[in-house]
């Protein structure tokens, strides 16, 4: 006789396989029988015993719907407890993603949400793939090919310009863009249309590396960000900080905060366009 | 969580199943001792009371035959069951990880602190639930708050709540030394990746803002509605764009002109104010008050010459 420590129950063990290959995804029954069996020396599961297994899942409060002939796991009810607060936070992300980002991403994101729907013991809102941003997706092949684009403005302006990545900020997405020789960023709201050219381009496009010094208190307190690196550290003055892909006109908003406590080393171009926007802020309060 | 099952039903699942199914949802919610085990079967009608202890030893020998791993009831773990692994976890990607930790990124500036401890809440849940480490470290990286005791910032969210004035030891940014002070808490805020502490300093009489990072400890607590007059920066200004900026919930747009807003913005105190209007850059012309206008006009001047030089 065995020892009770190596007996288990055969039935308990096909349900419990039924559930873990229905938890991986939707499968129709001969799917399931055929992904079931893979996994046994020989065949021992059919449609009539899967039936009964999909059942039990079923008698225990796991929601199986069969849709279009397939069968998957929609609630799980001993499994993630979420709340309505937490479905309204996956939500709010959903909105980002289906509102900013490209196919690929809201796919992404749907498998996430999908896995999480099969597991939680709460429906999660499913993402309309209909209602994707395909601007988003466009600009980024763009980018991919290296091809010229259209960018049209509600306003009727039209630029032809090269693409160098979408940029995030304050929750509101800009395209950044090269335009007549200058580094630009504009606004996702305020474009209407967006044409992928033929015409490739050449050369790198992508933002410089720009240091800048920061002195005084803000030297000492100063808090490096993700995209940057400390070049010189504090010396009893300053700190010197190299700082790579924030997006040039997000970049100098920064640093004009930091008043006369920061200046811009290099490169040139930013340095000469800080001063500019300065000397142009001056200019607002008359001649000074 | 589970229905009793109904002798009519039994010829259309499998008894034995549903055993093993009640066994995993229940260990998979808590921990559980070998008599809540055995009066749940029979509640549920899947265990007689005269059936022997061994259908559960064998039911927990078939989940650890699937994958569970559950440790014995003994002395260390109270009695009780507990499931350490299961093969049903859920199976995210570092990529899926990624993708929400991005989003997340967009979306943590213009939320409460509120919403952002909600956020903390739902990644460590998420976290907890899968097995695989890598996965497990992403999810609990994702949160703003990470690095912060989430009971404290509760506690600091009552007090500017109800106005409470704090005694704090404050880390001061420029020496090691230590200064206590007393503050009318009134909003805590995220901003830059930090979380300040927007107040008024009883003593200086002035408004403050504390880098969170930099309060040691709370001592001690005055609570309720204080009534202490705190002086907030309005200020009245032109903007001909937001440009990469956008309106903060205590900015209001006066007018509308056909080249840009009139705006009227009060902000905790000059210091915020002026680095506010200064990142609008050339969009930006003060108008009130005076001693304001005059203040960002001297600033930008010195700031000209930095780059005159």
Known sequence: MPKLSSKKNIASMQVLKTLQILLQGNFTMHELVEKLNSQEPEPIFNNSVVSKYINTCRYCGIEIPKIHNKYFVTNLPFGLDLTAVDIDLLGSLQNIVRRDMTSRMNKLFNTFLDKLN????????????????????????????????????????????????????????????????????????????????????IGNF??????????????????????????????????????????????????????????????????????????????????? | MFKTAEKTDLNQISLTGMRALVLLGMLMKAPRTFEEIRNTFIELNIMEPEHSDDIIRIDLNTLRTMGCDITKANSKTNYRYVLLKHPFELNITKEE?????????????????????????????????VFDKEVQESLYGISALKEFKIKELRELLDDCRKNNIITIL???????????????????????????????????????????RRIISVISRTFGGQDVSTPACRVKFFLTSFGINKPEKNEVILEKHDNGYLVEGVYHNDFIACQRILSFGSHCTVLEPENFRELIIEKLKQMREIYNA
């Open chain 1, 118 to 201: 099969r597991f939680s013991n709460k429906r999660i809102m499913r993402v309309e793939k209909d209602s994707y941003k395909l601007t988003a997706e466009m600009f980024e092949n763009a980018v991919s090919e290296r091809r010229q684009i259209k960018l049209m403005l509600k306003n009727g302006l039209e630029y032809i310009c090269i693409p160098i990545k979408m940029i995030e900020n304050q929750g509101r997405t800009f395209f950044n863009v090269f335009y007549k020789n200058k580094d630009r960023m504009i606004d996702a709201e305020r474009v209407s249309g967006l044409e992928v050219l033929s015409r490739k381009f």
């Open chain 2, 170 to 212: 404050y880390q001061k940014p420029s020496s090691k030394e230590q200064s206590r002070k007393e503050v009318l808490a009134q909003e805590l805020v995220y901003k830059n990746d930090k979380i300040y502490l927007y107040g008024y300093d009883i003593n200086k009489k002035e408004s403050v803002t504390l880098n969170l």
């Open chain 1, 206 to 288: 992508n933002e410089p590396s720009v240091i800048f010094e920061l002195k005084g208190g803000l030297a000492q307190r100063y808090a490096l960000r993700e995209n940057e690196q400390l070049l010189k550290p504090y010396d009893g003055e300053s700190i010197k900080v190299a700082n790579r892909g924030e997006g040039k006109d997000i970049l100098l908003a920064r640093l004009l905060r930091y008043d006369k406590d920061c200046e811009i080393i290099n490169p040139k171009s930013y340095r000469d366009e800080m001063f500019e926007i300065i000397d142009a802020a001056l200019n607002n309060y008359g001649s000074l």
């Open chain 2, 97 to 129: 990880v990624a993708l929400v930790k991005k989003v997340y990124k967009r979306l943590k500036d213009n939320v409460s602190i509120e919403t952002l401890i909600e956020f903390d809440t739902l990644f460590n849940k998420l976290a907890e639930y």
